[in-house]
Nanobody, 126 residues
Framework: QVQLVESGGGLAQIGGSLRLSCKVS????????MGWFRQVPGEEQELAAI???????IYADSVKGRFTISRDSGETTVYLQMNDLKPADTAVYLC????????????????????WGQGTQVTVSS
């Protein structure tokens, strides 16, 4: 089983900052891209930021220059530093990880598969 555990959401003022964390655990053969998506009730889920296995960062236009995604040296934890927060950033933020698992016989690999965290609420208000 692969688990993603998120933390760091909460309430912030306009212009404030929050830092989200997401730790991945499980019998993973190879962890590929990790990212953060966000969901507002009644709207489509949208990408906030992704970081690939080689460190390339991709951001939605709406968060460029304000959000920074990073991975720890062990590459099992992904962070989203959110600065200059706006009311439009209010959403449930979901961590995503794309990974290969070990083969069923213990050799080789299978996948890749997408895994999701449970989501963490971020609310920005005055």
């Amino acid at each position: 089983q692969v688990q993603l555990v998120e933390s760091g959401g909460g309430l912030a003022q306009i212009g404030g900052s929050l830092r989200l964390s997401c730790k991945v655990s499980g019998d993973i053969f190879e962890l590929n891209a990790m990212g953060w998506f966000r969901q507002v009730p009644g709207e489509e889920q949208e990408l906030a930021a992704i970081i690939t296995s080689n460190g390339q960062e991709i951001y939605a236009d709406s968060v460029k220059g304000r959000f920074t995604i990073s991975r720890d040296s062990g590459e099992t934890t992904v962070y989203l530093q959110m600065n200059d927060l706006k009311p439009a950033d209010t959403a449930v933020y979901l961590c995503n990880a794309n990974a290969f698992l070990r083969g069923a016989s213990g050799t080789g690999r299978r996948g890749p598969y997408d895994y999701w965290g449970q989501g963490t609420q971020v609310t920005v208000s005055s």
